[in-house]
């Protein structure tokens, strides 16, 4: 018997917190599997957020900083300030990046901190409970939207990928969905893109991941994937909105 | 002997910071600290360091976390509004054990207040640099020259105990030039096991967190981290002291302030009155075992602050009733004058001594 | 040696704080004690400006000066303000072609000095306060013109070195009025 596939060997034997058709646990394994195809894993920091990830210390064998709520882009700049030829990435979710940590993101991207960046938009606060989040759509009911979205009192959503790819230190920008086998495909690919970015020293690099919720979603996972298809690529089309490598530039 | 040279107090720190081995500043700029900013910013990049200024404080206190992860010497510095934004990063790091050197050029508050000197976050560096159970390292320089040797002390002590470092200037301090000297002293380097610098498949891999969601094991990091406070308590305390043998009233100031009771004192003693003066030179860990033999010999314990009495609540606690404890304070950015501290002195001994 | 408690005021621009880095730095040459505070921050810009400094056989106590015993004023409005603070038997140098004020205490020597005129006359542009500065080292004696000029090539950046000839010249010529 040939082994034809197995857990990667930078993610632990811890069992994982996430709830069933959760999309962190696949998201963890892309990036896992991308820091060993890129031979990477003994010179990565990984910097944790806060949000559901905020546990992700129990599932990868890397040197990681756990930083407070909406800094991992701060937190990451001064390690990858003192370790320049390091590879550094933050995981953070929709509140942590788009919502407290808004500025140290633009700013982070403004510099073209030669950093990567795994941006997972599930529309929702998951950690928290289900509260709404900087992403959360016209009229989504959360715990804190009861009546949905309303744009009269909550405005409207912040499409990351698009704010930021007007940023001249952005080198790459794309936004992908775990919801179907090809569209999981392409995320790896998205994630490995904006790590060998790091490597070959471009600046800021980001991967928007839209990702279920189906817990505070309130729907069983099959149907949360439906519902990801159905509202949230609409609002949050997919695509790559910056690539200055493949623009000729770097 | 090396060259004295006249140097404002936020450059001679700057410099002093360099010499200490830090090559990582992150900073905002905010009156009255900026020339650390402005100064760091002209070195750094000419000595392969980093010097960035970040979107805000609260971005700026957390690159320090980040660099301090990664092992090395890191420093940030403002003024006290921006050292209230600090303060998420500063319990972030005390939770997470990680050393780093922060620099409060005091001015006034509350909110914007003002920009002169003042004293008025003695209470937040001492009793709650953040949330949670904590505490920092806090020195407090009285002249330019010390300006320059607390930075090593900090930077060492902060990496031995695993724990942040204050300085605590005031605007005074930051702004005033005096000769200092800068000695060859090399920085000492301390062993950072714990860093998060890639495990490079050769050690486990290494955790730099706060987060701790079994209380059974939070309250164990908690436990071992005041053990590590008592034992400082006992062994970090630095005082200066003058002519407290035989003081009657021990006047106890720190900082600029301490420097302006000196006059005092000194004026007071050519009068014949038996005055003496304590600085505490480290505010945390306060020297409360020196106060407390005091107070067994003195009847008097004078308080002086730029604030509206902070300080001497420690002094109170210190002291415990061996001694009367009274305070003379000034606030909003008005500076105490040795005429000031004088009269109270006289007041306070007024009905036993000439 | 006498203690000096020196506060130098005027607008911004005139090169208060640069005067008193010149007196500071002389006081340190002559091994003395020495400070200097400026008055700092957003109040200055585009008004007055003004610094202490302390001369001292002791280490300096407080840095900052509220009853000079010298006091140098380059505009009235610094006159005005600070002329009462002056300890009885205190020296006050004013430019005398910007402050043009009657002084009412008879307990204090005043220095008039039409320092901005000379500065015109003798293209001293710009370094009036160097001239004020030369007859305050005459009369007061704080330090020797030899430190001075050490102190002044101290204080005057790389990059304008070609002043610093001017500068001598100017405190000479406040010396020998």
């Known amino acids: 018997m040939s082994v034809v596939y197995k857990k990667s060997p930078v993610l632990t034997d811890a069992p994982m917190h996430y709830c069933p058709g959760c999309g962190h646990g696949i998201i963890h394994k892309l990036v896992a599997e991308t820091l060993v195809e890129l031979d990477v894993v003994g010179k990565t920091i990984f910097v944790a957020s806060v949000g559901c990830s905020a546990l992700a210390y129990n599932y990868f064998k890397l040197d990681m900083v756990q930083s407070p709520h909406g800094r991992a882009l701060a937190v990451a700049t001064g390690v990858k300030r003192a370790l320049p030829n390091h590879v550094v990435f933050t995981y953070q979710g929709d509140g942590d990046l788009a919502a407290i940590g808004t500025a140290e993101t633009i700013h982070a991207a403004a510099r073209g901190e030669k950093l990567s960046v795994v941006f997972v938009n599930n529309a929702i606060y998951g950690m928290t409970g289900g509260q709404m989040a900087p ?30 790819a007007t940023l001249d230190g952005v080198a790459y920008a794309e936004r992908v969905a775990v919801d179907t086998v090809p569209h999981i495909r392409k995320a790896k690919a998205a994630i490995k893109k904006a790590f060998s970015n790091q490597l070959a020293g471009r600046g800021f690099s980001i991967v928007e991941v839209l990702s279920q919720c189906p ?22 089309p997919l695509g790559v909105f910056k690539d200055t490598a493949a623009e000729g530039g770097e | ?88 990063g500063i319990s972030y790091m005390i939770g997470s054990d990680l050393p780093c050197l ?15 000197p003042s004293q008025a976050d003695y209470n937040q560096a001492t009793k709650a640099p953040g949330h949670g159970d904590s505490h920092i390292l806090v020195f407090a320089p009285a002249t330019v020259q010390e300006m320059v040797d607390i930075p090593f002390k900090a930077f060492d002590l902060a990496e031995r105990y695993r724990m942040p470092a204050m300085i605590l200037a005031d605007g005074l301090l930051g702004q005033m030039m005096e000769p200092v000297v800068f000695t060859d002293e090399s920085a000492k380097q301390n062993e950072k096991p714990w860093a998060t610098t890639g495990h490079e498949n050769k050690r486990p891999p290494n955790f730099v967190t706060s987060l701790y969601l079994d209380p059974a094991i939070l309250e164990q990091k908690v436990t071992e981290r005041f053990a590590r406070y008592a034992e400082i308590e006992e062994n970090e305390v630095m005082t200066e002291g003058s002519y407290l043998e ?15 009771c000196r006059g005092a004192v000194n004026q007071a003693r050519t009068m014949g009155m038996r005055v003496g003066l304590l600085r505490p030179v480290t505010l945390w860990p306060f020297p409360k075992k020196q106060l407390r033999q005091l107070a067994g010999t003195a009847k008097h314990v004078l308080t002086v602050e730029m604030n509206m009495g902070q300080m001497v609540n420690d002094v109170r606690l210190a002291v415990s009733g061996a001694a009367e404890v009274h305070f003379y304070g000034r606030a909003g950015g008005m500076v105490p004058t040795p005429q000031d501290v004088l009269a109270e002195m006289r007041r306070i001994l007024g009905g036993e001594q000439a | ?50 610094c202490s400094v302390c001369i001292s056989e002791e280490p300096v106590g407080s840095p900052l000066v509220t009853e000079p015993n010298v006091l140098l004023a380059l505009n009235g409005p610094s006159f005005d303000k600070f002329i009462d603070s002056v300890v009885p038997g205190g020296q006050v140098f004013i430019d ?44 007061t004696g704080f330090s020797t013109l030899e430190t001075v000029e050490k102190a002044l090539e101290k204080c005057v950046p790389p990059s304008k070195r070609h002043l610093l000839e001017h500068n001598i010249r100017a405190v000479k010529l406040g010396m020998s009025k």
């Open chain 1, 135 to 164: 992403t959360t759509m016209p009229g989504q009911v959360t715990q804190t939207s009861p009546y949905g979205r309303s744009t009269e009192t909550a405005g409207y959503p912040v499409r990351v990928c698009e704010m930021l």
């Open chain 2, 1 to 88: 002997m090396a060259e004295r040279v006249l140097m404002k107090g936020n450059e001679a720190l700057a410099e002093a910071a360099i010499q200490a081995g830090c090559r990582h500043f992150f900073g905002y700029p905010i009156t009255p600290q900026t020339e650390i900013n402005a100064y760091l910013s002209r070195r750094m990049p000419k000595i392969g360091g980093t010097y960035l200024q970040a979107e805000s404080e609260l971005a700026a206190v957390n690159m320090v976390m980040g660099a301090a992860s990664a092992g090395v010497r890191a420093m940030t510095s403002s003024s006290s509004p921006g050292i209230s934004l600090k303060t998420e």
């Open chain 2, 246 to 260: 035989d003081a009657e009233l021990v006047v106890v100031a720190f900082g600029a302030t301490a420097r302006i």
């Open chain 3, 96 to 139: 005398s072609t910007l402050v043009e004020r009657e002084c009412s205490r008879d307990d204090i020597t005043l220095f008039r000095l039409p320092a901005s005129q000379l500065s015109l006359d003798e293209h001293l542009e710009g370094i009036a306060n160097m001239i004020v500065l030369g007859k305050l080292l005459k009369e």
């Open chain 1, 215 to 236: 817990t505070n979603w309130a729907l069983p996972p099959l149907q949360a994937i439906e519902w990801l298809k159905e509202n949230m690529i609409p609002y949050y």
């Open chain 3, 1 to 50: 040696m006498t203690d000096y408690n020196m506060l130098l005021a005027g607008f911004g621009g005139q090169g208060i704080l640069f005067c008193g880095k010149v007196v500071a730095y002389a006081g340190l040459l002559d091994n003395r004690e020495v400070s200097w505070l400026p008055s700092y921050g957003p109040e200055m810009r585009g008004g007055t400006a003004n």
């Open chain 2, 102 to 116: 922060i620099v409060n050029v005091q001015r006034c508050g509350p909110g914007l207040g003002g920009i002169r």
